[in-house]
């Protein structure tokens, strides 16, 4: 095991007790997702050797690969899809644990085929909060709908909300993050929980802590820079 990434993963997890602490939270509170795009394998087993089990890829045959490679040494590692859906894959992106980027019915319907009542697949909405239609997410306008109709179907599990900040809110992240829990809360009205928000990358999970993110995706705090 390097001595870099055992450090680094320390150092995370002392930041995120300090960010729960300030939000007046448990630290049991907040799950890390370890996106490791780019990843060696050798890098991934370190972390789950240190006790981390849930990691995120952008590019489903990444994330196939890296399961084949890791099924035997990390038995229960579980891994989340967080890149953007194409529909024409969803039978390969179903096998994945959790999906945080789902953005419309025809994404959701084409991933439910391949799943059951008996074994829901995860799924997290994901918020586009500039309201650019050129943009991934869903319009806020159109989430309670679409939240609706998730609920709906047995062979998903629509566990919450994620959310990437446009680059117009990365200076000032907090009023984003809070946009998103107030959107949460919101669609919880009549009495539908949605548990979960995905909030949260290396340069700003310390504010999605504190606006209420359970999920945070970290990359480079964990790696340092990707391979490729």
């Known amino acids: 095991m390097t001595d870099a990434i055992k450090l680094r993963y320390e150092i995370l997890q002392e930041r995120i007790k300090t960010a ?3 939000a007046h939270r448990q630290a049991s509170e907040v799950h890390l997702l370890a ?3 780019g990843q060696s394998i050798e890098a991934i087993a370190q972390l789950y050797d240190l006790g981390q089990r849930d990691f995120g890829e952008n590019y489903i045959d990444e994330l196939l690969a890296k399961k084949k490679a890791l099924q035997e040494i990390c038995p229960h590692i579980r891994w989340h899809f967080i890149g953007q859906i194409q529909t024409n894959k969803a039978k390969k992106i179903a096998a994945a644990d959790c999906i945080h980027s789902v953005s419309s019915e025809k994404q959701a319907l084409s991933l439910a085929k391949y799943r059951s009542k008996e074994n829901p697949l995860a799924v997290f909405l994901q918020v586009n909060l500039s309201e650019d239609i050129h943009r991934g997410g869903v319009l806020v306008s159109d989430l309670e709908t ?3 109709c998730l609920q709906a179907m047995k062979a998903l ?3 919450g909300l994620m959310v990437i900040l446009p680059l117009e809110m990365e200076k000032d992240p907090g009023p984003g993050f809070r946009r998103v829990a107030q959107i949460k809360n919101m669609l919880e009205h ?4 949605l ?3 995905s909030m949260g990358m290396s340069y700003d999970f310390t504010e999605a802590i504190v606006s209420g993110s359970t999920w945070i995706r ?6 340092g820079d990707r391979n490729k």
């Open 35 to 37: 996106a490791s795009k």
């Open 157 to 159: 599990a629509l566990k």
């Open 20 to 22: 729960c602490q300030k």
């Open 195 to 197: 548990p979960e928000l």
């Open 146 to 148: 679409l939240c609706r």
């Open 190 to 193: 009549d009495g539908s929980l």
């Open 218 to 223: 970290i990359g480079s705090l964990l790696f």
